[in-house]
């Protein structure tokens, strides 16, 4: 595809880069190949989302997703915004000057309601025009900009480099919450794995109002991640089993639990991730 020669071309994986991997912490080449993975990634995820919603029509966009008090209208209003507002952080992160991901609350949500309505065609057009806005973003950032930090929706602090991780996380849950054939299950494997880590790291690890668990997709030890907040002297962590594709849709709320086991009790209740 010509945005995947595109992307790799800007990003030469085979060069390095000794300032970036002393003003990151990390190695170059590792970031870097993360970066172009997860862009790449968000490319094929948003054509699979586009060739589902061409088989909708106007009446089933009215429909209840699976988002409480969502329409699919409202699902794929919010993602062509959401695309906007990533690209808005990329440009902050590319030029130093603070451009935040929505102007407000009330704007983003407001502008949810106004479009969530639109007829079929506007809405593909949007998410193709939208998604290309990001793939262009992201293919502009220089490879040195990548550590540069900016502020999510909510005051989460993340560097450019994460960023298309973030947007993919977006393109493939809300695929699944449109409700429409596209479940969980049928997620890449990959991106569970990085969605697993993503939330186990940042979203539940020493969260108070999460119980320590034990999350486990198989019998060895090299199968278990923990999180949730730490465990109190002679508190054992709860421990959850299943498969990656079905911890990551109870960690996200997209199921109820369904193929988990615990066999402390019942599965913990999860606050909303907000």
Same mark, same amino acid.
Request: proline share 8%; aromatic share 4%; hydrophobic share 40%.
């Given at each position: 595809m010509q945005h995947t020669e595109r992307i790799a071309r800007t990003f030469d994986l085979l060069t390095t880069g000794a300032d970036f991997t002393r003003s990151s912490g990390a190695d170059y080449s590792l970031v870097m190949t993360d970066y172009v993975r997860d862009a790449l990634a968000v490319q094929e995820a948003t054509d699979r989302l586009l060739t589902a919603v061409a088989a909708l029509d106007d009446a089933s966009l009215a429909s209840p997703s699976e988002l409480p008090g969502w329409t699919r209208g409202h699902v794929l209003a919010? #993602?062509?915004?959401?695309?906007?507002?990533?690209?808005? #952080?990329?440009?902050?992160?590319?030029?130093?000057?603070?451009?935040?991901?929505?102007a407000d609350a009330q704007t983003r949500d407001a502008e949810i309601r106004r479009d969530a309505a639109r007829p079929?065609?506007?809405? #593909?057009?949007?998410?193709?025009t939208s998604a290309t806005r990001f793939d262009t973003a992201a293919t502009a950032l220089p490879p040195e900009r990548l550590p540069y930090e900016v502020t999510l929706r909510g005051g989460v602090r993340e560097r450019a480099a994460g960023l298309p991780l973030r947007r993919l996380g977006e393109v493939e849950l809300h695929h699944v919450d449109l409700g429409i054939g596209y479940t969980v299950?049928? #997620?890449?494997?990959?991106?569970?794995? &990085?969605?697993l880590t993503l939330l186990i790291r940042t979203r539940f690890a020493g969260r108070p109002d999460i119980p320590p668990l034990r999350l486990a997709t198989g019998p060895g030890e090299e199968d278990v991640r923990h999180t949730g907040r730490p465990a109190a002297p002679g508190e054992s962590p709860v421990t959850v089993t299943g498969s990656p594709a079905a911890l990551l849709g109870w960690l996200t709320g997209r199921t109820d639990g369904s193929g988990? &086991?615990?066999p402390d009790g019942p599965l913990p209740v999860l606050p909303a991730l907000g």
């Amino acid at each position: 595809m010509q945005h995947t020669e595109r992307i790799a071309r800007t990003f030469d994986l085979l060069t390095t880069g000794a300032d970036f991997t002393r003003s990151s912490g990390a190695d170059y080449s590792l970031v870097m190949t993360d970066y172009v993975r997860d862009a790449l990634a968000v490319q094929e995820a948003t054509d699979r989302l586009l060739t589902a919603v061409a088989a909708l029509d106007d009446a089933s966009l009215a429909s209840p997703s699976e988002l409480p008090g969502w329409t699919r209208g409202h699902v794929l209003a919010h #993602l062509a915004r959401n695309a906007d507002g990533l690209v808005n #952080l990329l440009t902050w992160a590319r030029t130093g000057q603070e451009t935040p991901m929505y102007a407000d609350a009330q704007t983003r949500d407001a502008e949810i309601r106004r479009d969530a309505a639109r007829p079929l065609a506007v809405h #593909l057009d949007d998410l193709r025009t939208s998604a290309t806005r990001f793939d262009t973003a992201a293919t502009a950032l220089p490879p040195e900009r990548l550590p540069y930090e900016v502020t999510l929706r909510g005051g989460v602090r993340e560097r450019a480099a994460g960023l298309p991780l973030r947007r993919l996380g977006e393109v493939e849950l809300h695929h699944v919450d449109l409700g429409i054939g596209y479940t969980v299950t049928d #997620l890449p494997a990959t991106f569970v794995e &990085s969605q697993l880590t993503l939330l186990i790291r940042t979203r539940f690890a020493g969260r108070p109002d999460i119980p320590p668990l034990r999350l486990a997709t198989g019998p060895g030890e090299e199968d278990v991640r923990h999180t949730g907040r730490p465990a109190a002297p002679g508190e054992s962590p709860v421990t959850v089993t299943g498969s990656p594709a079905a911890l990551l849709g109870w960690l996200t709320g997209r199921t109820d639990g369904s193929g988990l &086991s615990c066999p402390d009790g019942p599965l913990p209740v999860l606050p909303a991730l907000g």
